[in-house]
């Protein structure tokens, strides 16, 4: 059997091929240079991406705590996070009932996971670390980055489609099939909005799958401590007794 995420992974690379092959079509069927928008493109994603923690953490008004201020819940994370062999991200809260959880940040060392104080309060403690290994997995399989190439491509893939529409109506002398036009116009942009979501749903599933491995190799590990813990503490017992 394919491991799953050999499968996820192909799957992404698929979509992504997918995503510039439309984007090449598009561009050779009207003659519209791609550079610039692919530059353009790029450049704008570039820069979401490399300061996506600060921007994303002022949208949603979290707060970065430490272990002094929040120690249960960072001890948690950090036993997932080596668990799950990356380093002890940075933990923020966000006040808002909404029962949810994110992860930002360019790469696993510059990770952010933030918890909304919804979650914490309706949650159990399995629950709370099966959605926190969930947000682990995708700093672990750099799902930020790959969003945000998606991202790249979908955004110049609508710049494309309009400039092409542009050209065609002002340059008259250039006879193009109105099926041509309607499909750049409109089949273009939402085959590009739909292939990022399949992207997401992709990386969604990976990271369901690792969250299990994850919170599997902490339960054991925690096991393995306690029966550890209580065999030391049984031969205490028995040299007293």
């Known amino acids: 059997m394919i491991d799953m995420d050999i499968t996820n992974l192909l799957k992404t690379g698929m979509l992504f091929g997918v995503l510039l092959g ?9 003659n519209v240079s791609p550079m610039v928008f692919l530059i353009f493109s790029a450049l704008f994603v570039f820069l979401s991406y490399w300061f996506s923690d600060s921007l994303v953490l002022k949208m949603t008004r979290a707060t970065v705590v430490d272990e002094h201020q929040a120690p249960a819940l960072y001890s948690r994370v950090a036993r997932l996070a080596q668990s799950a062999g990356i380093p002890q991200p940075r933990i923020a809260i966000v006040k808002n009932p909404t029962p949810n959880a994110f992860a930002t940040g360019r790469s696993p060392g510059k990770a952010v996971i933030a918890v909304h104080t919804g979650l914490l309060e309706m949650m159990s403690s399995d629950e709370l670390d099966g959605v926190l290994a969930h947000e682990l997995s995708h700093v672990k399989h750099w799902d930020t980055l790959i969003q945000s190439i998606a991202a790249m491509f979908a955004t110049a893939i609508m710049f494309v489609s309009r400039m092409a529409i542009w050209f065609s109506f002002s340059d008259r002398e250039n006879n193009v099939n109105p099926l041509a036009l309607i499909v ?16 997401s749903r992709s990386r969604e599933l990976a990271a369901d799958h690792e969250a299990e491995k994850i919170t599997g190799a902490a339960e054991k590990k925690a096991s393995e401590t306690l029966g550890n813990a209580t065999e030391a503490l049984e031969k205490v017992q028995h040299l007293r007794f």
């Open 22 to 30: 439309l984007f090449y079509i598009i561009s050779l069927v009207f």
């Open 184 to 199: 750049t116009w409109i089949v273009a942009p939402m085959a590009a909005l739909m292939i990022q979501m399949a992207i």
